[in-house]
């Protein structure tokens, strides 16, 4: 999932970061491209905040889907979704998308007015790997992000059950993270797979589980798929055997493009749902020519109070 | 559209696709704070710096070739992000003002950038804007908005004009239309005419005699337009011996004292010359000089000792009393003889001026390089003109006009150009910006000109020449025929 903005809360935040005590060993897995044509999907969203009203706040999120078959890349972009969020209608509309996404029948408290953007986003990310999920068959589905499950808009229940109905149609979820604020002895979990060869996975055992109500739903993996100086921390569903994980690595390496180690497929995903600028004043000028609001610069306070001092955003 | 930049008298409006604008377009800056209004030409169209959109155009590559897909958009907001990605910065030049419907040139105000609204400013509005009580209109063709566009013939007489533009672009087109309305107001003109391009304006395009067919003579050298020695002025004699025929100095001198001698024997014929340069005590190099020349005069076919055939440029004039052209049929006639022929008629025409026989002539001269020579450039653009002779250059090679001469330019008739070091030299003009020269010609079509300088009041215009039912023989001789 993908921010335009800073977004206050998101998935890495609530991941877990793990302690440095206990005994762990960190395996690497070489790996062997498996040619063939195994289908790979993938899926990103992105939220954008567009301005604000009198009432409340402006956003639009936009999804797509990238799939690999036959050699052929093809895509599927929704949106993008503009919303007038304010306080008195924020609860209608989180629910709304909570019941058609989630098929939650009990109405939840909805989030703050400034994190609805990112709550909205986040559902339909997993509406749309559920979508994917139920869909595919015998393929590797990839997903932006961890496999931690267990926050408001990520259910454990909900991310359980778009795993077992991966799991069910032979489909692997792999979850790749851009970041991670996982460490090990200090050093950022990405960083120890610096000088194996690639391809390769570290399987790091014996992590000390976090406790509460967060926590991952897979296995914690270091990806380097190519050479080059990136490396991903990659998110594998705990109920898949050892063997069929490797293997769908290996697949992943023989169907997809891989630069810097990242998946062809999951970064055109990100490429179709982010927002440019241009897009962002397009749909201020949708906005208002169909609702008749007149776009005004808000003032920079910053700027008013501390002149040329005053240089961070405004948000 | 939207003000959104001035820097010196350029200032750049956005502008979106759907507004139609064109380079040549006038728009109105209006400011309702102070009833004023900038009058601003677009002289170009760039795409607007939007930002993030070097980000689209990657993804769009990136998509073009090697992914296939489609785009759910239920709302339609892809329509408007198009629409913002084909946004338009158009550089306008401020041209003037209208403050209380009075067109002037005070352009010391900035209007609000926030407040001030653009619009389209028709150049039929602007023309009425002009007031030009000009009673003397020559139809040129038509604006962009299909409305009828007209000069005044007051703004030819007097000045000095230049038509350039590269070949096949409707110059020659131009200019016969410029010569057919100055003879509707009874003017009287005189064109050089290289090609014979104007040699049938008496005949419609379906080869009838047209109105003009009593008003345009056609004058080939050689043929109807011969000359006796008798009716040659010493000066003009000398002109044609030294400039056309290139005769020494110490041979010039000789030749004056022969010319002398045979004007006080009252005997000007050819054979009388030939004689007298025979006998004449002199260097054996300086007879031989002569000799080549008087051969030179002979075999031009231009003088003869046939009183009864040759022809008194008085006479044509006359002819033409009440408005007339006389062409003068350069074509098929050799590079010496082309500049015997100018010499002789430019003399002659300074003679009748200086006489007020004529009043004034209007000269239209195509590709004066070929016979003008070099001395002439000036006097056309100084002495000439206040005796009388309004010259209209016609070229395709701009760079073969003297930089003076654009400078002085009053009227600039100009087609489209392509080569950059065309348009650098025609943008030497003193009448307009070098870059509005160069921005507007070089995207012209074939028969749009863009006319700067006193015929528009300053304001440069674009026109479509209109068509002309005249038998105009200015097309290229193919080899190849459309068989169907």
Redesign the interface.
């Known amino acids: 999932m993908t921010f335009n903005q800073p977004a206050t809360e998101n998935f890495e935040d609530a991941t877990p970061v793990l302690g440095t005590h206990g005994s762990f060993t960190i395996e690497s897995i070489p790996l062997k491209p498996l040619l063939g044509d195994t289908p790979v999907a993938a899926v990103d969203i992105s939220s954008i905040r567009i301005g604000e009203t009198e009432t409340g706040m402006l956003c639009a999120i936009r999804g797509a889907i990238v799939w690999k078959e036959k050699g052929r890349y093809k895509y599927l972009r929704l949106g993008p979704f503009p919303f007038h969020i304010t306080e008195e209608n924020k609860k209608e509309i989180y629910n709304l998308f909570r019941h058609h996404y989630f098929e939650a029948s009990e109405d939840a408290s909805a989030p703050s007015l400034i994190n609805m953007q990112t709550r909205m986003g986040n559902l339909l990310e997993r509406w749309l790997q559920l979508g994917i999920s139920c869909s595919a068959h015998d393929s590797i589905i990839l997903w932006d992000g961890s496999l931690t499950a267990g926050t408001a808009d990520s259910p454990v229940k909900v991310i359980s059950q778009l795993l077992e109905i991966a799991r069910n149609r032979l489909n692997t979820v792999l979850a790749f993270s851009k970041t991670t604020n996982l460490r090990l002895l200090g050093h950022r979990l990405t960083d120890l797979a610096e000088k194996s060869k690639p391809p390769c996975l570290l399987q790091i055992s014996g992590f000390p589980l976090p406790s509460g109500p967060v926590f991952s739903l897979g296995n914690v993996y270091v990806a380097k798929l190519t050479p080059g100086i990136c490396s991903f921390r990659l998110d594998i569903d705990k109920k898949v055997p050892r063997e069929r994980v490797i293997e769908a690595v290996q697949k992943l390496l023989g169907s997809d493009f891989l630069i810097q180690s990242y998946p062809e497929t999951l970064r055109l995903a990100h490429i179709f749902s982010t927002f440019t600028a241009t897009e962002v004043i397009g749909i201020q000028r949708c906005i208002a020519q169909q609702y008749g609001l007149k776009i005004i610069a808000r003032p920079n306070v910053r700027r008013l109070l501390f002149g040329p001092f005053g240089k961070d955003f405004e948000g | 559209m939207r003000l959104y930049k001035k820097e010196g008298n350029t200032v750049q409006i956005l502008s979106f696709p759907n507004d139609n604008v064109e380079k040549g377009d006038y728009l109105l800056i209006e400011d309702p704070r102070v009833n004023k209004k900038l009058i601003t030409q677009v002289i170009d169209v760039q795409f607007a710096n939007?930002?993030?959109?070097l980000?689209?155009l990657l993804?769009d590559s990136?998509?073009e070739q090697?992914?296939?897909?489609?785009?759910?958009?239920p709302?339609?907001?892809?329509s408007?992000?198009?629409?913002?990605?084909d946004a338009w910065m158009l550089l306008c030049k401020i041209r003037g003002t209208i403050e209380n419907e009075q067109l002037g040139v005070n352009v010391s105000w900035l209007p609000s950038r926030s407040k001030s609204g653009v619009k389209k400013f028709p150049i039929s509005s602007l023309l009425t804007h002009m007031r030009d009580n000009g009673n003397l209109p020559i139809n040129i063709g038509e604006t962009k908005e299909a409305f009828r566009f007209t000069i005044n013939a007051h703004d030819l007489d007097g000045k000095l004009n230049i038509v350039t533009g590269k070949k096949g672009t409707g110059k020659s087109h131009l200019s016969k239309l410029l010569v057919l309305g100055l003879i509707d107001y009874g003017a009287k003109v005189v064109v050089l005419d290289l090609n014979g391009e104007y040699t049938n304006l008496c005949f419609s395009s379906k080869g009838e005699k047209n109105e003009y067919h009593d008003r345009v003579h056609v004058l080939t050298p050689g043929v109807n337009l011969k000359v006796s020695l008798a009716q040659m002025d010493l000066k003009v004699m000398l002109n044609i011996l030294v400039h056309a025929l290139n005769l020494p100095g110490t041979s010039t001198r000789e030749f004056r004292r022969i010319w002398q001698s045979l004007q006080q024997r009252r005997v000007f014929t050819l054979q009388e010359l030939g004689e007298a340069i025979r006998n004449w005590k002199c260097n054996q190099h300086v007879r031989d000089a002569l000799f080549s020349r008087y051969y030179s005069l002979l075999n031009s076919g231009f003088f003869t000792d046939n009183v009864a055939k040759a022809m008194a440029f008085e006479e044509f004039f006359e002819e033409i009393r009440k408005g007339g052209a006389l062409i003068l049929n350069l074509r098929d006639v050799s590079s010496v003889d082309r500049q015997i022929v100018v010499e002789y008629t430019l003399g002659k025409l300074m003679d009748l001026l200086n006489q007020w026989k004529i009043r004034a002539v209007f000269l239209f001269a195509e590709e004066a390089h070929l016979y003008l020579r070099e001395t002439y450039w000036d006097d056309i653009v100084t002495r000439m003109r206040h005796f009388g002779v309004f010259t209209t250059f016609v070229t395709n090679q701009p760079d073969t006009i003297r930089e003076n001469i654009y400078r002085q330019a009053d009227n600039i008739f100009l087609f489209n150009f392509t080569n950059e070091r065309d348009l650098e030299t025609v943008s030497r003009a003193a009448r307009v910006d070098s870059e509005t020269v160069k921005s507007i010609a070089q995207d012209l079509p074939p028969h749009h000109c863009l006319i700067l300088g006193k015929a528009v009041k300053d304001f440069p215009m674009v026109a479509k020449v209109k068509a002309l039912d005249v038998q105009t023989m200015g097309h290229t001789r193919l080899f190849f025929t459309d068989t169907n």
């Open positions: 939007v930002p993030g959109l980000e689209e993804r990136t998509t090697f992914v296939y897909g489609e785009i759910f958009d709302l339609e907001v892809s408007h992000m198009n629409y913002i990605q």
